[in-house]
């Protein structure tokens, strides 16, 4: 029997009957018939052979010589890139002939195939044949060579069945039970499809497959595996198609047409008794308009997904929500606990959620994080960060390190505690090139947040990064986190000494600079470290010297030498939590006299370190910055370091104070103006007496005359200050006390008439004088020191200070003292002008009381203090007698 669109026909054992007219075109028996409508011809097996006839006219328009003996044959049409094709294979007793169709005639495919038997039954499956002999079903591959695969027996059905089906595949039975094979003879099911009976013959119309028995016919689906519908016939025989929902059965009396119900019928009936699958099928076999039917497919899957969920299959159903881009909240919403219940209320459901725990919420936790590394992986990180995200270890891991989701995995040992597999990860990574996370990067980031309770975990990996980035590695211990500056800093000084000891200088810099590291134990090993690298390259640096060139200065050095030795000069002299006394052992007596002279002032040995800087490395400039440092007047230790730099200019000791010094020095010899320069310019930091003992007897008068003035300057300067003090603090007493009795008539009152800025400071500290003194005198700031010298004055101070450093002691002294001529004169206009201001104030206020101040202030010896009074009418008042009567 064989059909096309409009028509059927039916070979009998005397011709073939014309199904859409009555009548009947040729006499001998068919055995075989086969329509193709594209070609408009009609293929057929008569007398054993094969004859083609025009589908409409019936006229025969060639027959197939060649296969003279022929007891079978099987079509094969293809219609791709839109140009259709026509195979046929024939079965000649045990031989294979192949042809294909052109130009009204069938031409030789390839050559004649030798067969093990005479084939009872065949289909093409691609570029195959599958052919079914008495007891064996084989594939024959049509690659030239004919190769065979036998597949297996037939069963205990009398003759073979084999069925072309729609997408390209071949149907094979078995007595009751039928598989689908590929064009490599692979079975591509599981499961293979079982019949109430042993089927007769077989027709595919998607999604149905369609089997005749002995007593009805049996309508099935491939997938899902079900039993749609059982149609009794009388006796059917025989079944055709000529395309979609056009089947034809007949008996040997009979025949019937199948007339599927409408897909829209099928589809609601299916959605009732939950076949997603099969309904979804039929929807995408749907006329409808594109947009209609995308809707419904989408609708028809999400309600399959959810069923698959409900029905605890949490894989299948996560793929099908990752296929359709299933908005991922609507996902997650499933699974308890994972979204706000606010937001969770919001989400609607066709049914209610089944309720998971245990082993069943580890799978579904698996099946979710399987789907949203397919779909939304920035999701996958915050699940695996919940605290409860229920998630088995193994599974999860298995899932992501298929996906090559590795910086989730990270996550997912991270929150389980597996630290170490988590860096071993972030190792094997890290030089893989397409790699996220190739690099060092996240390691350091990972060790960074483990803390001093994984001390150990970090000294087991930090070791690589250390070797490949050394400045990034050291970050492990010294970035700004609360975790880094919490671990113990002793251990992770001894793992960076022990393995990696050019970074142990940073890292003390870091804790001591940066974290502010007081234990001297941190302080003297960084000094130590800083001493090894200097001596190393000094020792270079020295063996590079050509052998009349002096080394440069301390710290001036070229390259690394020059660097660590800035540091380790600039270390001894800031910090104040080393102990010196410990570490001076360790420092050469051959050299490093800079470092050596820095120890010895901060152990309070000055005179050593100060002959270290006068008499071996003579250099005066140093000395008198190293007295600049260290002088402090109120500690016994340090008050008398100008003493000892007096004492080491003119009075040396001998070079064996130092110790047992390595080092060739001349004898040390007295130098009598420099310690005359001492004398001058730190006259006020000098215990005059013990000074004044230390030069030699023959020293001149006018050579110390400067010293000796300045002096007693200084001694006149501290008197009147103590004196402005104690009108100062007299002045509070008289406030406070005026304040626990009732007012006075007029508040005591402080002329401030020209004394130096520091006097001034000192009364505004007391604030009582700081409130009045705005009031009393328009004070609106601290004047500047010495603010009265005028700019003659300011040119002949700069005058003496050139001719002093050019070495013109004479020119200096003279400019001196006419400097100081003509700062006592600006002192005195200054002193007048301000004096003004202040009684004028005083006579329009009526202070009465305090022009007994001011008189004694006009009746000073001194002539700079002297003053003028205003009278009422502004007029100055000169006569001393008649400003004590006003």
Not at 195 to 211: F, G, K, N, S
Not at 572 to 586: A, K, M, V
Not at 733 to 761: I, M
Request: charged share 25%; hydrophobic share 40%.
């Amino acid at each position: 029997m064989g059909a096309g669109s409009d028509i059927i026909m039916m070979g009998t054992k005397s011709s073939i009957v014309l199904g859409r007219q009555s009548g009947h075109f040729v006499k001998p028996q068919v055995l075989e018939l086969y329509v193709v409508s594209q070609f408009k011809i009609l293929v057929s097996l008569l007398e054993n052979n094969i004859y083609v006839h025009d589908l409409f006219t019936f006229q025969q328009i060639t027959v197939v010589s060649k296969a003279k003996g022929a007891t079978l044959f099987a079509c094969d049409l293809q219609s791709s890139s839109g140009e259709a094709s026509l195979r046929m294979c024939v079965a000649v007793k045990k031989k294979l002939q192949l042809y294909y169709w052109k130009d009204r005639e069938f031409y030789d495919l390839q050559g004649d195939f030798a067969a093990p038997d005479v084939p009872k039954s065949m289909a093409w499956c691609g570029n195959s044949i599958c052919v079914g002999f008495k007891r064996d079903y084989y594939f024959i591959r049509m690659d030239g060579r004919g190769s065979f695969k036998e597949l297996f027996p037939t069963g205990k059905q009398l003759e073979p069945l084999v069925a072309p089906l729609a997408d390209g595949k071949v149907a094979v039975g078995q007595d009751d039970l039928t598989v689908v094979l590929n064009e490599e003879g692979t079975c591509t099911q599981k499961c293979a499809l079982n019949w109430t009976d042993i089927p007769i013959a077989m027709d595919h119309q998607p999604p149905y497959i369609i089997a005749v028995l002995p007593r009805y016919i049996e309508i099935r689906t491939f997938e899902p595996r079900l039993l749609v519908q059982s149609v009794e016939l009388q006796r059917p025989r025989f079944i055709c198609s000529a395309g979609l929902n056009i089947v034809y059965v007949a008996s040997n009396h009979f025949v019937w047409r199948l007339v599927p119900v409408s897909i829209a019928t099928q589809i609601r009936q299916l959605l009732q008794d939950k076949q997603f699958e099969l309904a979804l099928q039929l929807a995408k076999m749907k006329d409808d308009s594109d947009g209609d039917k995308r809707q419904q497919i989408h609708h028809i899957q999400n309600l399959y997904a959810f069923n698959l969920f409900c029905q605890k299959r949490f894989d299948d159903s996560m793929q099908v929500f990752a296929k359709l881009g299933t908005d991922p909240t609507h996902v997650i919403g499933l699974y308890p606990d994972l979204l706000p219940s606010d937001y969770r209320k919001q989400l609607h459901y066709p049914n209610p959620l089944p309720s998971l725990s245990g082993a069943e919420l580890e799978r579904a936790h698996l099946a979710l994080i399987d789907y949203l590394t397919q779909t939304n992986v920035a999701l996958v990180a915050p699940l695996l960060r919940l605290e409860n995200n229920h998630c088995h270890i193994e599974e999860s891991e298995y899932v992501l390190k298929k996906a090559h989701k590795y910086s989730e995995l990270i996550i997912l040992y991270e929150k389980k505690g597996l630290h170490q597999k988590a860096l071993q990860v972030l190792l094997d990574q890290s030089t893989k090139a397409n790699s996220p996370l190739k690099g060092h990067e996240r390691t350091v980031q990972y060790l960074q947040r483990l803390g001093s309770e994984n001390l150990g975990i970090i000294f087991e990996f930090a070791p690589w990064v250390l070797k490949t980035c050394p400045e990034d590695g050291l970050k492990i211990f010294t970035d700004d986190l609360t975790e880094v500056e919490s671990l113990p800093r002793y251990n992770v000084l001894s793992f960076l000494k022990d393995g990696f000891k050019d970074l142990a200088i940073p890292y003390l810099e870091h804790i001591i600079l940066v974290w502010e590291e007081e234990g001297s134990e941190f302080h003297n090993c960084l000094i130590q470290l800083y001493l090894e690298k200097v001596q190393t390259l000094m020792k270079e640096y020295l063996n590079s010297l050509p052998e009349d060139e002096i080394p440069v200065a301390a710290g001036q050095e070229e390259g690394e030498l020059g660097e660590f030795r800035t540091k380790l000069l600039n270390f001894l002299e800031i910090s104040t939590n080393y102990e010196p006394d410990r570490l001076i052992s360790d420092f050469p007596f051959d050299g490093l006299l800079e470092e050596r002279a820095l120890l010895l002032g901060r152990m309070r040995k000055h005179e050593q370190a100060l002959f270290i800087y006068v008499h071996i490395l003579k250099d005066i400039k140093m000395a008198e910055e190293y007295c600049h440092k260290q002088y402090d007047r109120l500690t016994d230790g340090s008050k008398d370091v100008y003493l000892s730099l007096l004492r080491m200019y003119l009075s040396p000791p001998d070079v064996h104070c130092l110790g047992p010094i390595k080092m060739e020095v001349s004898e040390p010899q007295a130098n009598l103006q420099a310690a005359l320069q001492v004398l001058e310019l730190h006259h006020s930091k000098l215990n005059t007496t013990k000074a004044i003992d230390l030069l030699p007897a023959n020293t001149q008068i006018h050579e110390i005359r400067v010293f000796l003035e300045s002096v007693l300057e200084e001694n006149a300067r501290k008197r009147r200050y103590n004196q402005v003090l104690k009108s100062l603090l007299h002045a509070e007493y008289l406030r406070v006390k005026g304040l626990t009795q009732g007012p006075t008539r007029a508040e005591s009152l402080l002329a401030f008439t020209g004394f130096e800025t520091a006097t001034f400071q000192l009364a505004m500290q007391i604030p009582s004088l700081r409130a009045t003194a705005p009031g009393c005198f328009g004070v609106t700031g601290v004047p500047r020191r010495r603010c009265f010298i005028s700019q003659g004055t300011l040119d002949i101070i700069e005058r003496s200070r050139s001719s002093r450093l050019n070495g013109n002691s004479g020119l200096y002294r003279e400019l001196r003292r006419t400097a100081a001529r003509a700062r006592r004169a600006d002192k005195e206009v200054f002193v007048i002008g301000i004096c003004e201001q202040v009684t004028h104030h005083l006579w329009s206020n009526d202070q009465r009381p305090a022009y007994r101040g001011i008189k004694a202030l006009h009746t000073s010896k001194s002539v700079p203090w002297r003053v003028a009074v205003r009278a009422a009418d502004g007029t100055v008042l000169t006569d001393d007698n008649a400003v004590v009567t006003r």
